[in-house]
């Protein structure tokens, strides 16, 4: 697992953190690098199908229930995209892995924390990402650049939000060397400089 890099990208929907990954993917390609892009959930093939069920499901969907599908779907993503394509040395960029488990299902909706951090050990057999950025906006701002039409997690509500963004803060204080909080507030060509100092280093 030494030869490519595998690299996160986290935050609240609205964050900006999927431009910012594409932007990422352009700057990489222009320098050489082999780049794979990939999701969580609906990395390609199967996680197609549980980010349908996912988003987009109109019934109730218990708490756990939903974790172990989010779990399906990571265990699916690095068996099949992100292990082979680092073994062959490429630049593996994910938009949500790990990360949101523990930010949404445990912050977020009070499951239990050392519980989700097992089973994310399991879904990725141990592997943890080189670098995980973390695109920090305010829940208002979130809410306005998502706007109306939103899906089911994106439903959730305002103090859920805020929980949820506590919880990633909290994670950067814990992991300060893989994660880095990122202000996205900001334009996105600011934002993408730092995205770009923090890969350099």
Do not use: W
């Amino acid at each position: 697992m030494n030869k490519g890099l595998f690299i996160t990208f986290e935050g609240a929907d609205g964050c900006g953190k999927t431009t910012q990954m594409n932007l990422l993917k352009d700057y990489l390609i222009q320098n050489g690098y082999e780049v794979v892009l990939t999701r969580e959930p609906g990395a390609k093939g199967l996680g197609e199908q549980l980010r349908e069920i996912l988003l987009n499901y109109d019934g109730e969907v218990a708490d756990r229930c939903e974790s172990f599908l989010f779990l399906a779907d990571r265990a699916q993503n690095i068996e099949t995209i992100v292990i082979p394509s680092i073994k062959q040395g490429k630049i593996v960029l994910c938009d949500r892995h790990i990360d949101s488990t523990v930010a949404y299902q445990g912050y977020g909706r009070g499951l239990d924390l050392d519980e989700i951090n097992y089973l994310n050990n399991i879904a990725t057999g141990g592997i943890k990402p080189d670098l995980t950025y973390v695109f920090d906006v305010d829940v208002e701002t979130s809410a306005k650049r998502v706007g109306d039409e939103k899906d089911r997690m994106e439903s959730a509500g305002k103090e859920f939000f805020n929980r949820v963004r506590n919880g990633y803060l909290e994670l950067a204080q814990k992991e300060p060397k893989r994660i880095k909080v990122i202000d996205s507030t900001r334009s996105i060509e600011e934002v993408f400089q730092d995205v770009i100092k923090e890969f350099r280093k």
